[in-house]
C-alpha cells in the first residue's frame, strides 16, 4: 500500500491520472477548481446552508440517519442551484476519466449525484464503504476484474485536514474481494487544499472523517457518473427542475437522463430529450 495518495496538477495528461487509479483507485487533482469557481461554489452554497439544519431531513430508512451524519449538513440537486456546480460537471478531468473507465461498459453514462456535504465539529467518522454498494442487489460485482460502474470526486470547497474530516481512503482496495476488510494501516486522509479534489472509482472503499476540531467544519462537494444503464442514486427529475434543464448545454441534458440508453429511459418510447421542446 502507498505511503500517501499520488497528487497531480490538473492540467497533468490524462493516462497519468488513468495510471494512478489503475493502482490505488484514487488520487488527489490538485487546482481542480479554478479559484473564481470556488469562491462562486460557496457563494452560491452559502445561502442555502443558512437555511438548513445538520441531519437527514427525509431518511429512506434508520440506517441511513447515521451514515449521512447527526451533524453534517448535505443537500443535493446541484445543477439547479448553482451555474459554477454546471460547469464542474463538465470536467474535462472527470468526463474524461469517466469515458476510460465507463464507456467500455455502456453506450453513454449518466450523472449520478451531486451533493453539498460540510462535515461540521464532533461528526464521527461515517462507516467505510464502496459506493457501488448502492447496487448490491444485483450480480455486478463477479469473480476476477471488475467493471467500473463509477468514476468520482470529492472536491475540496474548504481545505481537508485530518482534523476536521478528511475524506478516509483505502487505496488499492478497488482491487480486493468483496468481502476483505481493511487494516487501519490501511487507511489514509485525504488531505488538500480547497479547490483540490479526491478522484476516485466506485470500487474504492472510502468514507467521511470524523471531525475532531472546535470550530473548523469541513465543506465538500460530492459529484460522480455512473453507467447509464443503472438507475442514478439522485433522481434528476425531480432535484433539477424541467425550465432549469431547458436552459443547460446539451451534454449536460444527455447526463442528467434527458437521453436514452438504447430501450432505457425512454419517454412515450422514444428520445426523452423530446420533452425538452414542448
Known amino acids: 500500500m502507498p505511503a500517501s495518495l499520488a497528487r497531480y496538477p490538473a492540467s ?40 438548513l439544519a445538520p441531519g437527514v431531513r427525509h431518511p429512506t430508512m434508520a440506517a441511513m440517519e447515521e451514515f449521512y451524519g447527526a451533524t453534517t449538513v448535505r443537500f443535493d440537486g446541484l445543477p439547479a442551484k448553482s451555474a459554477a456546480f454546471v460547469e464542474v460537471m463538465q470536467s474535462p478531468v472527470l468526463t474524461g476519466l469517466a469515458d476510460r473507465y465507463l464507456l467500455p461498459h455502456c453506450l453513454d453514462y449518466l450523472f449520478n449525484t451531486g451533493q ?6 464532533g461528526e464521527t467518522a461515517q462507516r467505510l464503504h464502496r459506493d457501488e454498494d448502492a447496487w448490491r442487489f444485483g450480480p455486478l460485482v463477479a469473480e476476477g476484474p471488475r467493471a467500473q460502474l463509477e468514476v468520482e470526486a470529492m472536491v475540496a470547497l474548504s481545505d481537508f485536514t485530518a482534523a476536521n474530516g478528511a475524506t478516509q481512503v483505502v487505496p488499492g482496495s478497488h482491487l480486493w474481494p468483496a468481502d476483505r476488510e481493511p487494516e487501519p494501516a490501511e487507511i489514509l486522509q ?13 470500487s474504492t472503499i472510502h468514507g467521511g472523517g470524523a471531525n475532531r476540531t472546535m470550530a473548523d467544519a469541513r465543506r465538500g462537494m460530492f459529484v460522480g ?17 424541467l425550465d432549469r434543464v431547458r436552459g443547460f448545454p446539451k451534454r449536460v441534458q444527455e447526463l442528467l437522463g434527458y437521453k436514452a440508453h438504447r430501450a432505457i429511459g425512454v419517454v412515450d418510447v422514444g428520445d426523452p430529450g423530446a ?3 414542448r
Not at 453539498?116 to 465539529?121: A, M
Not at 485525504?190 to 466506485?202: D, H, N, R
Not at 455512473?226 to 425531480?238: A, D, H, Q, S, Y
Open 275 to 277: 420533452v425538452l421542446d
Open 12 to 51: 497533468a495528461p490524462l493516462d497519468h491520472l488513468a495510471d494512478a487509479l489503475d493502482a490505488d483507485g484514487a488520487l488527489i487533482v490538485e487546482g481542480f477548481l479554478a479559484p473564481e469557481r470556488l469562491a462562486a461554489l460557496n457563494a452560491d452554497f452559502d445561502r442555502i446552508v443558512a437555511g
Open 116 to 121: 453539498f456535504i460540510e462535515i461540521r465539529p
Open 190 to 202: 485525504a488531505e488538500m487544499p480547497a479547490g483540490s479534489a479526491l478522484v476516485y472509482l466506485g
Open 225 to 241: 457518473y455512473v453507467v447509464g444503464w443503472l438507475r442514478t442514486e439522485e433522481n434528476m427529475f425531480l432535484t433539477v427542475p
